[in-house]
């Protein structure tokens, strides 16, 4: 085996996976409106060893995706209808950060979706981002991330832009 990795599993779990044996990465729930997983997982927090890479998965939930559902009823069967991202106050605030990054992302020449990705990848311990995209197009709106380097002053505006709108939870800022 070459290495061990595990996907969305709470520090209760990680602990105990890491009684059987080393866990080389841990694939968590991260973004701007996600940001938990910072509070308590990356290196130098008290769970995760030195060294220990994360690769977040789902960043976002996408914001085209939001945007798209404003408006729209969920069906019963839609796990987005149970989700508070993509219902009620919860889906208002995360369009508000949407329309919030759009002057970042207008200063670097990009979609808001590149800056969602690229101020998740600005954090330490931060290897790679798992995004999803059901066509080209999504693909179209935030591959340009990989070569976008947000500078402090961006960092500080996603970070003031979050406590704006009062999307998500969890620390600001790398």
Known sequence: MRAVGLSNHDV?????ARRLGHVDTLQPPFSAIRREVAARSFP???????GHRLQP?????PYGRLQRRAGR???AGDW???SPDFTGLGLRRNLGLADALRPIA???RTTVAAVAVAWTLAWPGVTGAIVGARSPAQVDGWIAAA???L??????DVAAAILRTGAGTGPLRP
Do not use: F, N, W
């Not at 130098?44 to 030195?50: D, E, K, R």
């Open 12 to 16: 209760r779990q990680l602990d105990a």
């Open 44 to 50: 130098g927090a008290p769970h995760i060893t030195p």
């Open 57 to 61: 998965d789902a960043v976002g939930p």
């Open 73 to 75: 009823p969920l069906g």
């Open 80 to 82: 987005r209808s149970r």
């Open 106 to 108: 207008e200063r670097h």
């Open 147 to 149: 070569s976008l380097k």
């Open 151 to 156: 500078a402090p002053a961006d960092l500080d």
